[in-house]
Each structure stands twice: as C-alpha cells, then as structure tokens.
C-alpha cells in the first residue's frame, strides 16, 4: 500500500503530505515528479496543495497538462484513489476528474484559518474512519475555494451523494455565516461518481498532529489505509 | 498576424471583483455605471506565414482548451495583420 505525492512546480503542502503519510499514517509514501508518466506502482495519488505553475491563468490550469495527469486519469479512470487537496482540487477539475471549478472567494481575500466541515457521506474511501455528520475541525487556506457548478451538476452531485464535505457551524449546522469563501451550498469537498477520485479545500495535512492544533485531519488518511487494505 | 482573445465570466457567474471595481467607482462618483465585469485579455504573435483560416482554428482551440475554463468563463477573439 504505496502512497505517491505529486510535486509540480509551485506546489508547497507535498512535504506536509509526505510527513502525515510517513509519520502518521505509518505507510509507505514516495514523491512523483509532474514531468514524469511513471506513478510508480502506488496505490494512492495525492495531489497536494500550493500554487502549481504560480496559479497563472487559472488555479490549475497549466498543471493539467502535466504528463504525470495523463496516468493520474488513466490511474483514476481504472479505480485508483486519488486524493486532491486544495491546489490539487483545483488541479482535479481543471483536468476533468472532478465537476466544477473553484472560483475567487467571494470576500476577494486570501482566508486562512481553521474551519469545520460535516462529513455528509462516510460511504467512500477518504471518510470511511468518520460517521455521517461528523464535525472535523481542518484548516483552509485558499484565495481560490468557491465552488461553482451548474444546476445539472449540483443535482447529481446532491442525488449521488457526492457532496462529501461541507462548510458548517461547530454544531454541523450548514449556515451562511460558517461558508468561508462562497461555495456553493457550503460545499468544501465533493467525489467522481466512482467514489474513489476526492477533491477538498481543507488541508487535512495540517490537522495530522496535536502540534499542529488538532488532529482530525489524520481520519482522511485512516480512511484510504483502511479502504486500500479491503481492496 | 495577431490573435485578441477575451475571456469573461459567463453572464450567469457572479463577479465580486466586477462588483468591487463598479462600488468603487460609484463611490468616486461616476455616475449612470449599470454593472462592471472583469475579464482577461491575451495578445498572440502568429509566426509569419500562417494563413487567416489556420489561424482561425488555431487560436479557436487554444482559447477553447486553455484559455477559458468553460465551467465559469467564455471568449471571443479577433485576428488582425500587422
């Protein structure tokens, strides 16, 4: 059970990643560079936050035709978890793997801070340690985190199940007031269809560790050990 | 040759950064402003020898597949010889 953690240039939360995966978590992890097709023989694909290629054009945009993303949808297309967090959500649409697309926030400010999301579907491989309605306490920090997608969309993601996070009050109320950047519907986290391609703007690495001011960030990476050990 | 591209939010996205710039300029008193949108704009350099129906489909494609994410965004461009 080998993780493999993306490195484009411009990407600064792969050493966080590494660091949970490898000290935390306790499983074996190793750093792909975005030049390259070889993923390596992992059994998961984290694509870390930053700021790939600077963010310029569009968050993501340049990142998406790295030759690493051409095996991360082939990788993802055959069932291969794939786990992006922030920048690499933001990677995650852009390439199509993911509906929708993360806009500026709707305060225009770069929000950094900690916020709670609700699990809303514990039935998928990066939630599977947490129970339906758990508060997590993870940290943001984006300038690019509102979600948007059209009506369609957002019906299939409501009727799939597929809103995996959302943005809540410390008592899992859904309110206008705990939204940090505009999403749509609070959403802070949504899946594919197959469950196994993940997108979030929470760092969950940044919550791995009592050092760090919490730890509830170390159940999304519980959840993939637990699910790639069933595979 | 070179290509124009503009790319905009689509009318059904919201734009805060329009509406910051369009309160800031009421503020500053322009008046008779109904709305302001922000959007991007690219100059491309065409190598020479490219004919205007190539340079159609190939600033058509790199608008399309790069330069707009078409979840939020749509262009337009023109072409002009210089």
Partial sequence: MKFGVIIFPGSNCDHDAFWTIHHVAKQPVTFLWHDSHDLQNCDAIVVPGGFSFGDYLRTGAIAKFSPVMESVREFAAGGGLVLGICNGFQILCESGLLPGALMRNVGLKYVCKQVQVKVENNQTPFTNACRTGEVLTIPIGHMEGNYFCDEATLEELKRDNRIVFRYTSANGEITDESNPNGSLENIAGICNAGRNVLGMMPHPERAAEPELGGVDGVKIFESLVGAMALK | ?82
């Fill in chain 2, 1 to 82: 040759m070179t290509a124009y591209v503009y790319v905009s939010l689509k009318k059904s996205v919201l734009d805060p950064q329009g509406k910051t710039i369009h309160g800031a300029l009421s503020k500053i008193g322009y008046k008779g402003l109904h709305d302001v949108r922000q959007g991007k704009y690219f100059e491309i350099t065409l190598n020479g020898g490219i004919t205007k129906d190539e340079a159609n489909i190939e600033v058509e494609r790199i608008a399309r597949e790069v330069l707009t994410n078409p979840v939020i965004e749509e262009y337009r461009f023109s072409l002009e010889d210089n």
